[in-house]
């Protein structure tokens, strides 16, 4: 079956980096966009980054623009965030998802048009 493993969270300083992987296994996923959301405590799940199925096209939210980017290698499948001069208001469980629809032209930023998802991974940022 389709399964998405996340790693590369932990516990940083804000202004730096961390890049979080997502390995993907049991289905296809060249031909789908892969987004990745994450869950503060008490908050809902939210959109932070998605990338089409060739690596084209990539759509970020505000509050990481600039700071955090998506790639992908469809011949590996993994799905790599990039994220630069960190905050302490990302911190949160990170999760990578594949999109329910193969080769969506419109990027994606709700989590119910993701059907797979991966079991999170956390990241802590200190001020």
């Known amino acids: 079956q389709v399964q998405l493993v996340e790693s590369g969270g932990g516990l940083v300083q804000a202004g730096d980096s961390l890049r979080l992987s997502c390995a993907a296994s049991?289905?296809?996923?060249?031909?789908?966009?892969m987004g990745w959301f994450r869950q503060a405590a008490g908050k809902e799940r939210e959109f932070v980054a998605a990338?089409?199925?060739?690596?084209?096209?990539?759509y970020s939210s505000d509050s990481v623009k600039g700071r955090f980017t998506i790639f992908r290698d469809n011949g590996k499948n993994t799905f790599d965030l990039q994220m630069k001069g960190l905050k302490p208001e990302d911190t949160a469980v990170y999760y990578c998802?594949?999109?329910?629809?193969?080769?969506?032209?419109?990027?994606?930023?709700?989590?119910?048009?993701?059907?797979?998802w991966g079991q999170g991974t956390q990241v802590t940022v200190s001020s």
């Open positions: 049991g289905g296809t996923f060249s031909t789908y966009a």
């Open positions: 998802a594949r999109d329910r629809v193969p080769k969506r032209v419109v990027l994606g930023r709700n989590p119910a048009e993701y059907e797979y």
């Open positions: 990338i089409s199925f060739g690596g084209g096209s990539t």
